[in-house]
């Protein structure tokens, strides 16, 4: 006898159903201090902002926000759809050959984010059959990027040019990518840019890099690392960018020959099935990056503002990373002695990144503070005490957090 297809289903109640595992996985990363929260900021927060990438300090620059505020009025608040339907203005067409003309490019092609942007490029330049060597301390983009691929992935010690070169020379494959970020998200470290491309000019690899970090902020006049490496426009090198870091929009770009965003128009699914950026970011991102090139002064500036908040954790007795762009960290050890540290910031008016697993290796959780061009003097003095009065309290971190583990 048929029964009715509603007594077939496994019967569940309010404690077991096909997600009840997510309630255990979610109380696993709290006894591990790995639990994570959205907080909404106020638009007019009064708390020195150290979290965000604001680089140059140009979100809420005037000429930035009016650009954004005349393309709604003129074009809308949406791009209206994808790159290759209706989602390309004259604003993305501008936006796009000033961009290459910054980085030393023949062509750019904006995408709606950095990360579809790496997720672009690393998937239209590799797949099945080919191999994509990648750095241990890459951006999640660029990792999900290189497994989306279906290529043979090889992962070698974090800026190792010698590990690079042995994957490229022993490989079966034709045809290989080597992947770096220029400037690391987290411990603010530059890769061996030159030496990785001679590598992969002996081997017959093409060099990819995130220049998220570096774009606005690295090389003369913020053009980034890979122009201050002496690369901006080699045939065997591609630029990926970020327009929600130096730029203050949102956005990213993939930047080389024409030959290149030519085949990423035909090949790179996640701009073909992705609505365009919104022409408000695009205008912006416009915007910003006219006043890097008016004032060329302001990457530097951002650089030695860096510099003081890596000297301020060293003169205080905290352990940080030496920071080659806006990024320096401050090691902490434990998860949960970071998520401590960070609150401790907060409660004493600075906003300050906190980094754990999986963002980084278990042992080295810590805090990411991001410099700006527009921090003040009076903003530093605030920093300094701050950190003084964290470094003083740090050894009550690590007591609490072991307590905590113990119990």
Excluded at 26 to 33: D, I, V
Aim: proline letters at 4%.
């Amino acid at each position: 006898m048929c029964l009715p297809v509603a007594s077939c289903l496994v019967s569940t109640t309010d404690d077991h159903h096909p997600l009840s595992w997510l309630s255990e996985r979610a109380e696993q990363r709290r006894a591990a201090g790995l639990r994570r929260s959205l907080v909404p900021r106020a638009a007019d927060s009064p708390l020195i902002d150290l979290a965000g990438n604001d680089y140059l300090g140009l979100t809420r620059h005037p000429e930035v926000v009016a650009a954004a505020v005349a393309a709604v009025r003129e074009w809308g608040a949406g791009s209206t759809g994808s790159r290759l339907v209706t989602g390309t203005t004259e604003l993305h067409a501008e936006l796009e050959a000033e961009l290459a003309v910054h980085a030393g490019t023949e062509s750019a092609l904006v995408f709606s984010s950095g990360y579809l942007g790496n997720l672009g490029v690393i998937t239209a330049l590799a797949g099945r059959g080919d191999l994509i060597v990648s750095d241990s301390l890459n951006h999640a983009s660029l990792i999900d990027a290189a497994r989306l691929s279906r290529a043979r992935i090889a992962v070698t010690p974090h800026s190792d040019v010698e590990a690079v070169a042995g994957e490229l020379a022993n490989r079966t494959e034709e045809r290989a990518l080597v992947v770096v970020e220029s400037l690391f998200s987290v411990d603010g470290d530059t890769a061996p840019l030159r030496e990785l491309h001679a590598a992969c000019r002996a081997h017959g690899a093409v060099l990819v890099v995130d220049e998220a970090h570096g774009f606005g902020v690295a090389g003369p006049g913020g053009r980034g690392a890979v122009f201050d490496a002496g690369l901006a426009g080699e045939p065997d090198v591609v630029v990926a960018a970020t327009l929600s870091k130096a730029l203050a929009s949102q956005g990213g770009a993939v930047l080389g020959s024409a030959e290149l965003t030519a085949h990423l128009v035909d090949a790179a699914r996640s701009m073909i099935f992705d609505t365009g950026v919104a022409p408000a970011s695009a205008a912006a991102a416009l915007a910003a990056l006219r006043l890097v090139r008016r004032d060329p002064g302001l990457p530097e500036l951002v650089r030695k503002r860096s510099w003081e908040l890596y000297e301020l954790a060293l003169e205080v007795g905290l352990r940080a990373t030496p920071p080659s762009g806006a990024v320096t960290s401050i090691i902490l050890g434990d998860p949960e002695a970071a998520v401590a540290a960070a609150a401790f910031c907060l409660e004493r008016g600075l906003r300050v990144g906190c980094f754990r697993p999986p963002s980084v290796p278990d042992g080295l959780s810590r805090l990411r503070v991001t410099a700006r061009a527009d921090l003040s003097d009076f903003e530093t003095d605030h920093i300094r005490a701050v950190l003084r009065e964290l470094a003083a309290s740090r050894d009550s971190f690590e007591h609490r957090s072991r307590h905590r583990r113990l119990v």
